[in-house]
């Protein structure tokens, strides 16, 4: 499975949800980018990448902002759509997105994400956790000031 959108703060039910899948043994990779265009949501993306980390869930970040929004289950299906990975999208815009079951339209997108993938930077679960206590702080206040102002969903 691959989880592909400019912005990630999952909701609770996202955590558990792909949590589930990790227990069955099903592969997740997530494509991000290294920086949005929006400071706290990048900020708010990286509180996150820890637990994803432990969780099994690798990791690729892109130089490059990303605009695309989707998962891409086997070549079975792939939904991509308007909906971000974050509050937003889940609870308070109206967004649409499309499943597609063609395989050989899922192969095309897949085809796409891949060609994304191979420019990105793999998230090193060590290497991650040696960032400075000022980085934690950013992530701290970004995700306080998420759900300040989105919830505690």
Same mark, same amino acid.
């Given at each position: 499975?691959?989880?592909?959108?400019?912005?990630?703060?999952? @909701?609770k #039910?996202?955590?558990?949800?792909?949590?589930?899948?990790?227990?069955?043994?099903?592969?997740? @990779?997530? /494509? /991000?980018?290294?920086?949005?265009?929006?400071r706290?949501?990048?900020?708010?993306?990286?509180?996150?990448?820890?637990?994803?980390?432990?969780?099994? =869930?690798?990791?690729?970040?892109?130089?490059?902002?990303?605009?695309?929004?989707?998962?891409? =289950?086997?070549?079975?299906?792939?939904?991509?759509g308007?909906?971000?990975?974050?509050?937003?999208?889940?609870y308070? @815009?109206?967004?649409?997105?499309?499943?597609?079951?063609?395989?050989? =339209? =899922? #192969?095309?997108?897949? &085809?796409?994400?891949?060609?994304?993938?191979?420019?990105?930077?793999?998230?090193?679960?060590?290497?991650?956790?040696?960032?400075?206590?000022?980085q934690?702080?950013?992530?701290?206040?970004?995700?306080?000031?998420?759900?300040?102002?989105?919830? &505690?969903?």
């Amino acid at each position: 499975m691959i989880l592909f959108s400019p912005y990630y703060f999952p @909701d609770k #039910k996202l955590l558990m949800a792909l949590w589930r899948a990790r227990r069955r043994g099903v592969k997740i @990779d997530l /494509l /991000l980018p290294l920086r949005s265009d929006i400071r706290l949501m990048t900020y708010a993306s990286y509180a996150w990448f820890s637990l994803m980390s432990k969780l099994g =869930v690798k990791i690729y970040l892109s130089e490059q902002m990303i605009h695309g929004k989707g998962v891409i =289950v086997d070549d079975e299906l792939a939904v991509v759509g308007s909906a971000n990975l974050e509050h937003t999208s889940f609870y308070d @815009d109206y967004e649409v997105n499309v499943r597609l079951r063609d395989k050989g =339209v =899922v #192969k095309k997108i897949k &085809d796409k994400i891949f060609s994304w993938m191979e420019k990105t930077i793999a998230l090193n679960e060590q290497e991650w956790e040696k960032r400075s206590w000022g980085q934690r702080l950013k992530e701290k206040i970004a995700m306080f000031l998420y759900r300040l102002w989105h919830g &505690d969903k």
